[in-house]
């Protein structure tokens, strides 16, 4: 979860109207534990939780967006929130705009000390999506500015695999024995792809990377009893 919403520096935030034990009486929802509580509570600086299976971690996301708002420390608009797949972006969003939205039918009933954002209709809409799904939002919004025309798309996993099979099958390079059969390759190359994208490589770099760790390899001494080896030399 990232929370973009930084209008005011930390020395000028508002005192916290409620804790996040207090503000889950409030919702009707069931308390936080100490460590849910201390991560809600948290301060708004970048910060690593580290959380398994199972430990609430899309409710303690949820609770911290409400919390923030109903202390006056962030707008509903100033939350992004990104996760890796679909469903959990769909669980993530809908948790939060429910706990929203009751926070505001709150607010305008004119409930003691929450912030007068967390009524504005106008400002109730975070942003919860995929990673990819946000890029690509990014990309259409401000592509212009590095040449990337306003309706370019990421492609999706299936037209990753399509595009990759394209590539595997117009191949007519050599092959050598024990030739991976073609699925392999289509998963290699998006494999690699996904790989190159990741660390931010070229795959001309990553070609030349292995050139050379592979002279590296055939050069080191083969082990006994290999054929056209010779003795090793051991390490007292």
Same mark, same amino acid.
């Given at each position: 979860?990232?929370?973009?919403?930084?209008?005011?520096?930390?020395?000028?935030?508002?005192?916290?109207?409620?804790?996040?034990?207090?503000?889950?009486?409030?919702?009707?929802?069931?308390?936080?534990?100490?460590?849910?509580?201390?991560?809600?509570?948290?301060?708004?600086?970048?910060?690593?939780?580290?959380?398994?299976?199972?430990?609430?971690?899309?409710?303690?996301?949820?609770? +911290?967006?409400?919390?923030?708002?109903?202390?006056?420390?962030?707008?509903?608009?100033?939350?992004?929130?990104?996760?890796?797949?679909?469903?959990?972006?769909?669980?993530?969003?809908?948790?939060?705009?429910?706990?929203?939205?009751?926070?505001?039918?709150?607010?305008? +009933?004119?409930?003691?000390?929450?912030?007068?954002?967390?009524?504005?209709?106008?400002?109730?809409?975070?942003?919860?999506?995929?990673?990819?799904?946000?890029?690509?939002?990014?990309?259409?919004?401000?592509?212009?500015?590095?040449?990337?025309?306003?309706?370019?798309?990421?492609?999706?996993?299936?037209?990753?695999?399509?595009?990759?099979?394209?590539?595997?099958?117009?191949?007519?390079?050599?092959?050598?024995?024990?030739?991976?059969?073609?699925?392999?390759?289509?998963?290699?190359?998006?494999?690699?792809?996904?790989?190159?994208?990741?660390?931010?490589?070229?795959?001309?770099?990553?070609?030349?990377?292995?050139?050379?760790?592979?002279?590296?390899?055939?050069?080191?001494?083969?082990?006994?009893?290999?054929?056209?080896?010779?003795?090793?030399?051991?390490?007292?």
């Amino acid at each position: 979860m990232s929370e973009v919403a930084l209008p005011q520096t930390a020395a000028e935030l508002p005192e916290p109207r409620f804790s996040p034990e207090e503000l889950a009486d409030l919702l009707g929802q069931h308390r936080p534990t100490a460590q849910q509580s201390e991560i809600i509570s948290s301060p708004l600086a970048p910060r690593l939780v580290v959380a398994g299976a199972g430990s609430g971690k899309t409710a303690t996301m949820a609770d +911290r967006v409400v919390w923030l708002v109903a202390n006056g420390w962030v707008r509903p608009d100033e939350v992004l929130g990104v996760t890796f797949t679909r469903k959990a972006a769909g669980e993530l969003s809908a948790r939060i705009r429910a706990q929203l939205a009751r926070l505001a039918r709150l607010a305008q +009933r004119g409930a003691e000390g929450i912030a007068a954002a967390a009524g504005d209709q106008q400002a109730i809409d975070p942003t919860v999506s995929t990673y990819h799904s946000f890029a690509n939002t990014v990309v259409q919004d401000h592509g212009l500015r590095l040449g990337i025309e306003r309706d370019a798309v990421l492609l999706g996993p299936a037209q990753s695999f399509q595009l990759a099979a394209r590539v595997v099958e117009a191949y007519d390079g050599g092959t050598w024995d024990g030739f991976p059969a073609k699925s392999s390759l289509i998963a290699a190359v998006l494999q690699l792809a996904s790989e190159c994208a990741e660390h931010l490589r070229e795959p001309g770099d990553v070609a030349a990377w292995l050139e050379e760790e592979s002279a590296r390899l055939q050069a080191l001494p083969r082990a006994v009893g290999e054929e056209g080896s010779r003795p090793v030399p051991r390490r007292s």
